[in-house]
């Protein structure tokens, strides 16, 4: 990536005036203007208006309004407003007013609705001035502005209507005292609701808008209601001189309010008139009468038959459009479940395996919420090829300003790019180039974060704006990856085909030049000509130097060699001692094709024959089935050793369970799952209670929750939430402390809690340390013992900052690692680097606790496995996941003959070796937190006098670890 003053050098040439138009800087007044007429565009009423760039600047003479100008489109509204305000108050007066008139003593100047109305005449007047001066649009599309026509095409349409409309028909009865007169024009002034018709009309281009329709078409309704509820009235007033049955006088009685014939002023009041006729027109169109006000003469029953039906009319048209308008608010759902129903079929109709079929659902998924299921390109490939371009120029456009490779290119060399690009979208974990794909594209990272793996190792990480591929100008045939690509978040890339960028190159060989000179690929799949930068350390511990030369990458491959000729050295001096008894069956070694049933060997594990996953037919026990009988060949019946299991336990590390979403881990390498990791968890427990042969008891070795619930105040609740899980478990589970319980809780509080299973241990003379070092052993049967050991006893976790043990570890590890942040390694190599922060060590009172606890097991030729949450043996884990004084706990070890195993989690790669000096297994468990969703990661342990068996599920690799060494060949399998 380009530096800060790169980058403001290269958007200081991008804001040059020699730049392209889409690239420079939009000028205040055209922002303005683009406001304005996007505002215009909204605003106007007028269904005509041609888009912006098929219009020419009409030529006008004086006078003429452009019917697309913001003031016709402000007029327009006027217009409405007053238009609405005749339709709700011209019924209103006309009938429920009649009867004032003979009651004027001033004339209508007195009343103010008769002077709303004389403006609204006044108003509409001009109206049909300004469109005698208003542009239209011929059926040519064409903008007409000459005033002859202009005139012509107003006369031939809305002009009688509008003119008809704005007659002021109550200056015509001014200081008139006739009550007929007033009648009959006030009926007139009922032309004014023509006016709805154009504006009906206008408002139809807002139909493409559900919620506009809906509030239409409720507006409409009430409207009707409005307006019949007026001719209610005017056949009731006009009723009751000849009749007493009317809907009137049966209102008069129920309130109390009788007619006097002397009186015009009595019986009801306006108000109450006007609301009971609005509520019976009401429940009359939604067909939900209520028979309080009701029909009585022959005239009322007539105008209720016709106000049912066009109720029913209405009912069905309005609320049909209702049901449309919610129909097209979910088609986007249906189309959803249509198409993932469609995706399900194809998975079951192909049996596509369960990791593949997760990524294919995942993948719809979230591609659906980021297309919401439209495909972009087949929308695309409906609009001309000169407009395909312009989008395409817009759509990567991000891509053409920031990458200075197309910088200085010209517009048309960048439309041929533009369409020439191809967005790629990959989701968390998919590959983008497989090892040995033909380089055939460039890609450009537009968003998202990918990963380039060799060999299992990640040795680089790349992001937005980073290139991959390879210089396609160097080559003449397109080269072979290296490694594999693999995408860790949500990803958007640009990918243009290497046969494609050439083409356009040849037809302009001046920026051709240009482009391949300032061209700078990030990493180069074809031989690594281009090493990744110091935060793209190969190394997943990165130190502090940061070393990304050629140098560092040699000294990563001699590391990998010396480990490897350590396994081999190992297998080999096993596989000779074999060779001494001709009838023990060839075993081979770790690094062999046979071994290849489990997971591979995490770098820097040493493997030995006893490392070697069986074969189906070497009997290895099933967690759901019974322990393996001698009749299957496994062994020897006549053999002194015993088939049947002395006892089995279950084993887990690094559930590290949190609410929240996926992330990383510390050098954001590695997908952490941190939701997922309680579905495996009851995986886990699910295949325990299942099993033939439950198991005597439960490991959990540390990191039981996340620390990232400390930051969201959720420790308690997640940690209530594993123990729920744990709590159906078929047999006791015993808890190991890691740093992540200390990262949620003090040393004070674990000794209160539930993961505090040290009252289970045993009561004998060699008891728990004083103290607070949670630390104990137990008998799972007569001649075993197990030692749970607490790998922070020296540690700043878990600690007070003033207490003493704080001070001291904190000085121990300040002198072996000068870093600020204490999570970082040393900078030096070697087992150095578990000097850090989030690791521990043991004290001298734990070491002599220890030191006494098998001295008696050797006094009772027990056998002991220990476990703790670090492992020791640096061959069994990477350097930094070592306890501080690892080599102290491997001496001890050494000096006592009944440690058959130390089991340990932490290194969530998992690991294994068996120390040559004192046969010691060490097993490093692999972590649930760092196991995809789909696979597992535990074990179920079977214990025999002579061996024990780990039967692994998913992650979890199968193992034979035979307690005698060397191995005697009758007991090889």
């Given at each position: 990536?380009?530096?800060?003053?790169?980058m403001?050098?290269?958007?200081?040439?991008?804001?040059?005036?020699?730049?392209?138009?889409?690239?420079?800087?939009?000028?205040?007044?055209?922002?303005?203007?683009?406001?304005?007429?996007?505002?215009t565009?909204?605003?106007?009423?007028e269904?005509?208006?041609?888009p912006k760039?098929?219009?020419?600047?009409?030529?006008?003479?004086w006078?003429?309004?452009?019917?697309?100008s913001?003031?016709?489109?402000?007029?327009?509204w006027i217009?409405?407003?007053?238009?609405?305000?005749?339709?709700?108050?011209?019924?209103y007066?006309?009938?429920?007013?009649l009867d004032?008139?003979?009651?004027?003593?001033?004339?209508?100047?007195?009343?103010?609705?008769?002077?709303?109305?004389?403006?609204?005449?006044?108003l509409?007047?001009?109206d049909?001035?300004?469109?005698?001066?208003?542009?239209?649009?011929?059926?040519?599309?064409?903008?007409?502005?000459?005033?002859?026509?202009v005139?012509?095409?107003?006369?031939?349409?809305?002009f009688?209507i509008?003119?008809?409309?704005?007659?002021?028909?109550?200056l015509?009865i001014?200081?008139?005292?006739?009550?007929?007169?007033?009648?009959?024009?006030?009926?007139?002034?009922?032309?004014?609701l023509?006016?709805?018709?154009?504006v009906?009309?206008?408002?139809?281009?807002?139909?493409?808008?559900?919620?506009?329709?809906?509030?239409?078409?409720?507006?409409?309704?009430?409207?009707?209601?409005?307006?019949?509820?007026?001719?209610?009235y005017?056949?009731?007033?006009?009723?009751?001189?000849?009749?007493?049955?009317?809907?009137?006088?049966?209102?008069?009685?129920?309130?109390?309010?009788?007619?006097?014939?002397?009186?015009?002023?009595s019986g009801?009041?306006?108000?109450?008139?006007?609301?009971?006729?609005?509520?019976?027109?009401?429940s009359?169109?939604?067909?939900?009468?209520?028979?309080?006000?009701?029909?009585?003469?022959?005239s009322?029953?007539?105008?209720s038959?016709?106000?049912?039906?066009?109720?029913?009319l209405m009912?069905?048209?309005?609320?049909?459009?209702?049901?449309?308008?919610?129909?097209?608010l979910?088609?986007?759902?249906?189309?959803?479940?249509?198409?993932?129903?469609?995706?399900?079929?194809?998975?079951?109709?192909?049996?596509?395996?369960?990791?593949?079929?997760?990524?294919?659902?995942?993948?719809?998924?979230?591609?659906?919420?980021?297309?919401?299921?439209?495909?972009?390109?087949?929308?695309l490939?409906?609009?001309?090829e000169?407009l395909?371009?312009d989008?395409?120029?817009?759509?990567?456009?991000?891509?053409?300003?920031?990458?200075?490779?197309?910088?200085?290119?010209?517009?048309?060399?960048?439309?041929?790019?533009?369409?020439?690009?191809e967005?790629?979208?990959?989701?968390?974990?998919?590959?983008?180039?497989?090892?040995?794909?033909a380089?055939?594209?460039?890609?450009?990272?537009?968003?998202?974060?990918?990963?380039?793996?060799?060999?299992?190792v990640v040795?680089?990480?790349?992001e937005?704006?980073?290139?991959?591929?390879e210089p396609?100008?160097?080559?003449?045939?397109?080269?072979?990856?290296?490694?594999d690509?693999?995408?860790i978040?949500?990803c958007?890339?640009?990918?243009?085909?290497?046969e494609?960028?050439l083409?356009?190159?040849?037809?302009?060989?001046?920026?051709?030049?240009?482009?391949?000179?300032?061209?700078?690929?990030?990493?180069d799949?074809?031989?690594?000509?281009?090493?990744?930068r110091?935060?793209?350390?190969?190394?997943?511990?990165?130190?502090?130097?940061?070393?990304?030369d050629?140098?560092s990458?040699?000294?990563?491959?001699?590391?990998?060699?010396?480990?490897?000729?350590?396994?081999?050295?190992?297998?080999?001096?096993?596989?000779?001692?074999?060779l001494?008894g001709?009838?023990?069956?060839?075993?081979?070694?770790?690094y062999?094709?046979?071994s290849?049933i489990?997971?591979p060997?995490?770098?820097?594990a040493?493997?030995?024959?006893?490392?070697?996953?069986?074969?189906p037919?070497a009997?290895?026990?099933?967690?759901?089935?019974?322990?393996?009988n001698?009749?299957?060949?496994?062994?020897?019946?006549s053999?002194?050793?015993?088939?049947?299991?002395?006892?089995?336990?279950?084993?887990?590390?690094?559930?590290?369970?949190?609410?929240i979403?996926?992330?990383?881990?510390?050098?954001?390498?590695?997908?952490?799952?941190y939701?997922s990791?309680?579905n495996?968890?009851?995986?886990?427990?699910?295949?325990?209670?299942?099993?033939?042969?439950?198991?005597?008891?439960?490991?959990?070795?540390?990191?039981?929750?996340?620390?990232?619930?400390?930051?969201?105040?959720?420790?308690?609740?997640a940690l209530?939430?594993?123990?729920?899980e744990?709590?159906?478990?078929?047999?006791?589970?015993h808890?190991?402390?890691?740093?992540?319980?200390?990262?949620?809780?003090?040393?004070?509080?674990?000794m209160?809690?539930?993961l505090?299973s040290?009252?289970h241990?045993?009561?004998?003379?060699a008891?728990?340390?004083?103290?607070?070092?949670?630390?104990?052993?137990?008998?799972p049967?007569?001649?075993?013992?197990?030692?749970?050991?607490?790998?922070?006893?020296?540690?700043?976790?878990?600690?007070?900052?003033?207490?003493v043990?704080?001070?001291?570890?904190?000085?121990?590890l300040?002198e072996?690692n000068?870093?600020?942040d204490?999570?970082?390694?040393?900078?030096?190599e070697?087992?150095?680097?578990?000097?850090?922060?989030?690791?521990g060590?043991?004290?001298?009172?734990?070491?002599?606790w220890?030191?006494?606890?098998?001295?008696?097991?050797?006094?009772?030729?027990?056998?002991?496995?220990?476990?703790?949450?670090?492992?020791?043996?640096?061959?069994?884990?990477?350097?930094?996941?070592?306890?501080?004084?690892?080599?102290?706990?491997?001496?001890?070890?050494?000096?006592?003959?009944c440690v058959?195993?130390?089991?340990?989690?932490?290194?969530?790669?998992?690991?294994?070796?068996?120390?040559?000096?004192s046969?010691?297994?060490?097993i490093?468990?692999?972590?649930?937190?760092?196991?995809?969703?789909?696979?597992?990661?535990?074990?179920?342990?079977?214990?025999?006098?002579?061996?024990?068996?780990?039967?692994?599920?998913?992650?979890?690799?199968?193992?034979?670890?035979?307690?005698?060494?060397?191995?005697d060949?009758?007991?090889?399998?």
């Open positions: 990536m380009s530096s800060p003053a790169v403001k050098r290269e958007g200081a040439a991008l804001m040059s005036p020699q730049s392209l138009d889409f690239l420079g800087p939009a000028k205040v007044k055209k922002q303005t203007q683009k406001v304005t007429e996007k505002v565009q909204i605003l106007s009423l269904s005509d208006v041609l760039y098929k219009l020419q600047l009409p030529e006008t003479t006078w003429i309004l452009l019917h697309y913001p003031f016709k489109a402000f007029w327009d217009i409405l407003f007053l238009v609405l305000y005749t339709a709700v108050f011209t019924p007066s006309a009938a429920f007013l004032e008139h003979g009651d004027r003593a001033c004339g209508y100047t007195c009343d103010p609705l008769i002077v709303v109305d004389v403006m609204v005449d006044v509409f007047i001009v049909i001035v300004i469109n005698f001066r208003t542009s239209y649009v011929n059926h040519n599309d064409e903008v007409v502005t000459g005033p002859g026509r005139a012509k095409h107003y006369i031939t349409g809305w009688a509008d003119l008809f409309a704005a007659i002021p028909f109550d015509l001014f200081r008139s005292g006739s009550d007929e007169m007033a009648t009959f024009i006030g009926l007139l002034k009922t032309a004014r023509l006016r709805l018709v154009r009906a009309r206008k408002l139809d281009r807002y139909s493409e808008y559900g919620a506009a329709v809906l509030f239409l078409l409720m507006c409409t309704f009430a409207l009707i209601a409005h307006w019949l509820a007026c001719l209610w005017a056949i009731g007033f006009l009723e009751r001189p000849y009749t007493e049955t009317g809907w009137l006088d049966n209102l008069a009685q129920q309130l109390g309010k009788m007619y006097n014939d002397s009186d015009s002023r009801p009041s306006i108000k109450d008139k006007y609301v009971t006729a609005l509520y019976f027109t009401f009359s169109l939604t067909s939900v009468g209520f028979g309080n006000v009701s029909p009585n003469t022959n009322e029953k007539i105008f038959i016709c106000v049912m039906v066009i109720g029913s009912y069905a048209s309005i609320f049909g459009n209702v049901s449309a308008i919610i129909q097209r979910y088609s986007g759902t249906t189309r959803y479940h249509t198409q993932m129903l469609r995706v399900k079929e194809f998975i079951r109709f192909h049996q596509i395996p369960g990791g593949l079929r997760l990524r294919l659902e995942e993948y719809f998924q979230h591609a659906w919420s980021y297309t919401n299921g439209i495909d972009m390109n087949a929308v490939k409906g609009f001309p000169c395909q371009a989008i395409c120029l817009h759509l990567n456009r991000s891509l053409l300003q920031n990458c200075k490779a197309f910088h200085g290119g010209s517009q048309a060399c960048l439309r041929a790019l533009a369409m020439r690009f967005t790629v979208h990959a989701p968390p974990g998919d590959i983008l180039i497989h090892y040995g794909d380089l055939d594209s460039l890609f450009f990272i537009s968003r998202g974060s990918i990963q380039v793996v060799t060999d299992d040795v680089a990480i790349l937005k704006n980073d290139i991959f591929g396609i100008h160097l080559h003449d045939e397109p080269g072979k990856s290296s490694s690509v693999q995408a978040t949500y958007d890339l640009h990918r243009i085909l290497r494609d960028l083409e356009v190159l040849d037809n302009y060989p001046d920026f051709a030049n240009n482009f391949w000179t300032n061209l700078e690929i990030t990493l799949l074809r031989c690594f000509s281009s090493l990744p110091s935060s793209r350390s190969p190394n997943p511990y990165p130190n502090t130097a940061g070393d990304t050629l140098g990458r040699l000294e990563v491959l001699q590391s990998q060699l010396n480990r490897l000729e350590t396994r081999m050295a190992a297998d080999i001096t096993v596989i000779l001692q074999i001494q001709p009838t023990a069956p060839p075993v081979p070694p770790a062999s094709t046979l290849s489990g997971p060997m995490p770098s820097g040493s493997a030995s024959p006893c490392t070697v996953v069986p074969s037919s009997g290895f026990p099933s967690p759901c089935t019974s322990p393996p001698p009749s299957n060949g496994a062994h020897d019946p053999s002194s050793v015993m088939n049947t299991p002395l006892f089995t336990f279950g084993v887990i590390a690094d559930i590290q369970y949190a609410d979403a996926d992330g990383f881990n510390y050098t954001r390498t590695r997908r952490r799952y939701r990791s309680l495996l968890l009851r995986n886990a427990r699910e295949s325990w209670s299942r099993a033939a042969v439950k198991p005597s008891f439960i490991l959990q070795l540390g990191d039981i929750i996340d620390g990232f619930n400390k930051q969201h105040d959720s420790s308690d609740q209530d939430t594993v123990m729920r744990l709590s159906t478990s078929p047999a006791e589970v808890h190991v402390w890691g740093n992540h319980e200390f990262y949620n809780f003090s040393r004070d509080t674990l209160k809690s539930k505090n040290a009252p241990c045993d009561s004998g003379s008891g728990p340390p004083t103290g607070d070092i949670y630390a104990y052993h137990f008998n049967a007569p001649t075993f013992r197990i030692v749970v050991l607490d790998a922070y006893d020296v540690s700043i976790l878990g600690r007070t900052v003033s207490s043990q704080y001070n001291n570890a904190l000085n121990i300040k072996h000068s870093n600020e204490l999570n970082h390694p040393p900078a030096e070697g087992i150095e680097r578990k000097f850090v922060k989030f690791n060590g043991f004290s001298r009172d734990q070491l002599n220890l030191d006494g606890v098998l001295s008696q097991s050797d006094k009772n030729e027990e056998r002991v496995i220990i476990v703790s949450h670090l492992p020791v043996h640096p061959l069994s884990t990477e350097p930094i996941c070592l306890a501080w004084n690892s080599e102290d706990l491997l001496a001890l070890i050494g000096a006592h003959g058959v195993c130390f089991m340990a989690g932490h290194d969530h790669d998992g690991g294994y070796h068996r120390d040559r000096d046969g010691v297994h060490h490093t468990l692999e972590g649930v937190i760092e196991t995809p969703p789909e696979s597992d990661a535990f074990g179920t342990v079977w214990v025999y006098e002579d061996r024990m068996v780990l039967k692994g599920s998913g992650r979890t690799a199968d193992r034979l670890l035979l307690f005698t060494w060397p191995p060949e009758t007991q090889i399998t």
